[in-house]
């Protein structure tokens, strides 16, 4: 559960001008829960680099688990001799796409002087 979602509220510092608290991030155990992590709070206190790779690859890899549970169930129903179920497909494909227009949110562009004009594909399957 995020503190977003949680009412709480926090004492004074006492001895000084700041407060230190401890956040204990939780991430979902099963990929197919919705997950709703925010990065843009953490941008002021942690190094861009590691806080992008490390949100990209935790949410990738649930986007990956979901992705071969899909692959898994659609080769299940053709092997029972069932018909392509179109609308499931779609469904599917419409809330992967909400997961990653959630990250692209989180995931800021970098500055102009930072970017090339130069865009590399880089593929492990054949085009």
Do not use: W
């Not at 995020?2 to 979902?28: C, D, N, P, W």
């Not at 002021?44 to 688990?65: F, G, H, I, M, V």
């Not at 997961?99 to 949110?105: P, Q, S, T, V």
């Amino acid at each position: 559960m995020q503190g977003r979602y949680i009412e709480h509220q926090a004492l004074k510092a006492f001895g000084g001008r700041e407060r230190i608290s401890m956040v204990t991030s939780l991430r979902l155990k099963s990929p197919f829960i919705r997950d709703e992590t925010i990065i843009r709070p953490l941008l002021p206190t942690t190094p861009k680099s590691t806080l992008y790779y490390q949100y990209a690859e935790y949410r990738l890899e649930n986007l990956e688990e979901r992705v071969r549970h899909q692959l898994k169930v659609m080769r299940q129903h053709k092997k029972a001799n069932r018909d392509f179920d179109v609308a499931s497909t779609r469904k599917f494909l419409l809330g992967e796409r909400e997961f990653i227009d959630a990250m692209l949110e989180e995931l800021e562009d970098p500055p102009a002087e930072c970017t090339s004009s130069k865009v590399t594909i880089q593929s492990s399957v054949p085009l």
